[in-house]
């Protein structure tokens, strides 16, 4: 295949996928990071937050975990939650959700 002036062709080997239940804290997805294997890292567990299938737009998914730690009576680390959740970037977000809640 003629890829162009400095460009060499890949190895067949080097384009090979990893098997994802061979990357620890995946879940089998290679691109999400989970904190840890069991409800145990989660903060706050009995909170479960839908976040699929909704609008993925951070402030959206940041109201509503923000909504459902407040429902659940734990209003008072709402704020604390919104500090450490926007302090990065989206994937801190997401992150910082699946410490806090569990998501769905």
Do not use: K
């Not at 080997?13 to 989660?42: F, I, M, N, R, Y």
């Not at 998914?61 to 009576?73: I, S, T």
Request: hydrophobic content about 40%.
């Amino acid at each position: 295949m003629e890829l162009g002036p400095g460009i060499d062709d890949p190895d067949d080997e080097a384009l090979v996928a990893p098997d994802p239940s061979q990357l620890a804290g995946t879940h089998g997805h290679p691109c999400v990071a989970v904190p840890g294997e069991d409800a145990d890292d989660v903060r706050h567990p009995e909170v479960v937050v839908r976040l699929t299938g909704g609008d993925g737009n951070a402030f959206a998914v940041l109201g509503a975990v923000r909504r459902a730690l407040r429902e659940a009576g734990h209003a008072d680390e709402a704020a604390a939650f919104v500090a450490e959740a926007t302090s990065g970037d989206y994937h801190h977000l997401l992150r910082t959700c699946m410490r806090w809640v569990t998501v769905r």
